[in-house]
Each structure stands twice: as C-alpha cells, then as structure tokens.
Nanobody
Framework: QVQLVESGGGLVQAGGSLRLSCAASGSISSINAMGWYRQAPEKQRELVATSGGSTNYADSVKGRFTISRDNAKNTVYLQMNSLKPEDTAVYYC??????????????????WGQGTQVTVSS
C-alpha cells in the first residue's frame, strides 16, 4: 500500500506565496509521475502541474507555480508565487508508480492525497 501526506496549505493575501508538499510512503518500488490538481467550489478538479517524463503546467499557473521533486524522499512540491484569488481551491497531489504488495508482487498504484486548502484573499 502507498499513502500520501500533504502539507503547506493556508490563507495568504494576493501576491503572496505558499509551498505545498506531498510525501509518499509505503513499499514503493518506483514512482513514474507526480502531480498537483485543484478543485474550487462547484468546479471540476483540474490539473495544475505534473512531473513525469516531462513537466506540464496549466496555462493559468505558468510562470507563477513551480513543481519539483525530491526522488530520494518520494516527495513532490508545488511552489506557488504571485497567488491570485482565483487560485483558491483544495489542492490534491497525485502519485503513480509501482509498489510491492505483501506477497512481494509488483503492482501499479495511483493514489491521491487528502487535499489541502489554499485560500487567497484579495
């Protein structure tokens, strides 16, 4: 099994910065992709940034947000600068890869974090 623990959300004024972290733990063999998504009230969940074979950003965050990874710690970060009120949402991390089950068989996993609230005041 693989678990994710997110941290770093909070309340910030427009123009401010926040850094989100998401640490994966468990019998992980390898991680293929790590990413961040967000969901604002009454809106669908949307991609913010992903890091796998390549790095991708939503157009709305390009130049302001940076995704990074610490592979030794199985952790992904999202540095958010120049925050805007429209960035207000619950942010979720998503990690996919391979893990070993209790029979030591290699299986795929794709898990979501519990979500962390980011609120940007105007």
């Amino acid at each position: 099994q693989v678990q994710l623990v997110e941290s770093g959300g909070g309340l910030v004024q427009a123009g401010g910065s926040l850094r989100l972290s998401c640490a994966a733990s468990g019998s992980i063999s390898s991680i293929n992709a790590m990413g961040w998504y967000r969901q604002a009230p009454e809106k669908q969940r949307e991609l913010v940034a992903t890091s796998g074979g390549s790095t991708n950003y939503a157009d709305s965050v390009k130049g302001r947000f940076t995704i990074s990874r610490d592979n030794a710690k199985n952790t992904v970060y999202l540095q958010m600068n120049s925050l805007k009120p429209e960035d207000t949402a619950v942010y979720y991390c998503n990690v996919g890869g391979l893990y070993r089950d209790h029979y030591l068989l290699t299986r795929k996993f794709d898990v979501w974090g519990q979500g962390t609230q980011v609120t940007v005041s105007s």
